[in-house]
């Protein structure tokens, strides 16, 4: 009778090293003339699915696991002789996983606690980090700013920039965009928590930051705005996480999820906030918004700069998001100034580099130069990500001139006003009314892509020249 | 049929011959482009961001001079592969400690479309498990012998 061997093999994607893994192993137990069936479970599915036949004939059995397996489907394998591996380690060498089966597979039930941690360390699919979870709730955010923003616009622009009066369009859509702004603060609180921890926080985040902002129960001068929320959303979705991982007992546990969580975590965090929280932060917002309310047009400047800085600095990364969150959360509290210079530097990079590889293809590397003109018409509708590839190629030159043109374009911007109420799309700005004014706008844009193309042009042919001689393509 | 599909995975456009970067991620971004360019994801960014995630999770160099970094995501609008060859090599943190030659970059789209794409790219990364295989790659002159070496993937080794 020739050795049977069963096996399992998974991946965090399910894409190739399952199946590899799947044929490194077969192809070494067919050269030993061992019986082998190998069950891979990856993105199709599970295939070639291992009988309870199967397993009972079966001398051994290889866990070859890259993303663990769950207890069900590990209790098929009681009372066999079993090997866990790391499905990397059956990638390096296959061989020697067939030829020390018999030394290295053990007793299923001896191996079921030494394995219990590597299956759960194999689920960490979630560990995204603070940023990530802050992300996530600007991602639900965005679009309630956005339609909001834009029926507040043409709001205005019905009437002209002046009040409208009760019961008229213009008085509807005002209002529909009022609250659409009044929504994100609970949203992004609500989905950053439920980033974290699921469903049990949502509500008492989505409240807790409601809560947060109503100056009228607070008594507080302001609300707590996107600060409150983004402190209520990380609270609350940390708290409900600790609060899930308790022991209950089952009677209880089918309750936990949509009512005692729930209700708990709002009544706790609804008292943090009306008694410390609330007071605390709303009183930063409301000095940061006065402080920046009261700057001279130099200071203003100078926070545009270093905002428009940011916002070209790593095109999406980071310090883009966090220079874009600061200026979203501004608009909230009634000061849009520092959204238009994002409105205006988002559009600078793309635009430039796609128009500096038309003026000069000899500066670029011909996947560049292919980019060039997609860049420059994506560009205008503010997506910034073409951009990329160009700074990643050469991070010092593209960045630089960037972020020189970026500050420019923002002196500019605060000269004309130059604000936006709401996430838009580039050019489009200024039309569909969030960018105003629309010539302080596209002066400046003009000038911030004039630049940068200039700059770009300039840095590149230093860089040539110096290269010239020596091996360039380094 | 068969056929129809492998061109939808892999086809001329999608092949770099000789990769100019010589590093992990110079030739994700690479290949990236090449992706995009052919109209496989909708965002460079966020599939390169995918990939990496994917790739600082545990390498995808396996050794022999292979890495197939892949992206699932749902900027990705059909699956495919994009392939390139480096002669110089890329340095990359493999299982084996030697650098790579021949990459292959697998973009799959989140909603698990396209089955019989999936099961292409299962059965290609079955393929290179074997030796001939990678050595015929690597010694094919120009993109039509790869594409037939490709082709060889239906046959049943």
């Known amino acids: ?474 | 049929m068969e056929s129809l599909i492998l061109h939808d995975i892999i086809n001329e456009n999608l092949i770099k011959l000789s990769l100019e970067g010589l590093t992990r991620d110079e030739v994700i971004y690479e290949l990236t482009d090449l992706l995009y360019q052919n109209g496989i994801i909708s965002s460079k960014e966020i599939f390169v961001k995918e990939v990496k995630k994917r790739e600082n999770l545990c390498t995808t160099g396996i050794g022999m001079g292979i890495a197939i970094p892949h992206g699932k995501c749902s900027c990705v609008i059909k699956p495919a592969v994009a392939f390139g060859r480096s002669t110089l090599g890329i340095s990359w943190d493999t299982m084996d400690g030697n650098p790579v030659h021949m990459v292959f970059l697998l973009a799959v789209s989140e909603s698990g479309a396209g089955n019989q794409h999936l099961q292409l790219l299962a059965m290609l990364s079955r393929k290179l498990m074997h030796d001939d295989f990678r050595k015929g790659l690597m010694a094919a002159k120009d993109k039509t012998q790869l594409l037939s070496m490709f082709k060889s993937i239906f046959r049943k080794s």
Request: net charge positive; proline share 5%; with cysteine.
């Open chain 1, 1 to 474: 009778m020739p050795i049977k061997i069963v096996g399992v093999t998974n991946c965090p994607a399910g894409i190739a090293h399952t199946y590899m893994a799947a044929e490194a192993l077969e192809t070494e137990a067919k050269k030993r003339g061992y019986q082998i069936k190998i069950e891979t479970q990856g993105s199709i599915g599970v295939e070639n699915r291992l009988s309870p036949k199967d397993i009972e004939e079966a001398d051994y059995v290889i866990l070859a696991l890259g993303r663990g397996l769950s207890d069900d489907e590990r209790a098929r394998f009681a009372d066999k002789r079993v090997l866990y591996v790391d499905i990397s380690e059956v990638l390096k060498n296959p061989a020697e996983i067939i030829e020390n089966l018999e030394k290295r597979a053990v007793k299923f039930e001896n191996i079921n606690a030494t394995h219990q941690n590597q299956v759960t360390t194999g689920n960490t699919k979630r560990s995204v980090g603070v940023f990530g979870h802050l992300m996530n709730g600007v991602s639900f955010m965005i679009p309630f700013v956005t339609a909001g923003g834009i029926l507040l616009a043409i709001s205005t622009a019905l009437v002209g920039g002046g009040k409208t009066s009760p019961g008229s369009f213009a008085f509807l859509l005002e209002n529909v965009g009022v609250i659409g702004f009044q929504l994100m603060i609970p949203i992004l609180a609500g989905y950053v928590a439920f980033s974290i921890a699921d469903k049990p926080a949502l509500a008492p985040a989505m409240i807790g930051a409601w809560l947060a902002n109503q100056r009228d129960v607070l008594g507080t001068k302001g609300g707590a705005g996107f600060l409150g929320a983004i402190a209520v959303g990380l609270l609350v979705g940390y708290f409900v996480q600790q609060l899930k991982s308790l022991k209950f007992p089952k009677t209880m546990q089918a309750l936990m999820s949509f009512l005692i969580i729930p209700a708990v975590t709002t009544l706790l965090i609804s008292i943090l906030v009306f008694y410390i929280l609330g007071p605390i932060i709303s009183g930063i917002m409301f000095s940061i918004n006065s402080f920046l309310n009261s700057l001279s047009t130099v200071s203003k400047i100078i926070v545009c700069i270093v905002i428009g800085m940011m916002i070209v600095f790593d095109m999406g990364g980071p310090i883009n998001k966090a220079a874009y969150l600061f200026s979203l959360g501004m608009v909230e509290q009634g000061n849009a100034l520092f959204f238009g210079t994002v409105a205006i530097t988002n559009v600078i990079p793309p635009v430039a580099l796609g128009l500096a590889t038309l003026l000069r293809p000899d500066l670029f590397k011909p996947d560049e130069i292919a980019n060039g003109k997609s860049a420059v018409v994506v560009g205008l509708f503010g997506i910034t990500e073409p951009a990329i590839p160009y700074a990643v190629n050469d991070p010092l030159a593209v960045i630089g001139a960037q972020m020189i043109a970026a500050s420019a374009a923002a002196i500019v911007g605060v000269l004309f006003g130059v604000t936006r109420i709401a996430p838009g799309a580039g050019i489009l700005d200024p039309i569909i009314g969030i960018a105003k004014p629309a010539l302080g706008y596209y002066t400046a844009l003009a000038i911030g892509i004039l630049i940068n193309v200039a700059l770009v042009i300039l840095f590149k042919s230093i860089r040539k020249k110096k290269n010239s001689g020596l091996f360039v393509n380094s």
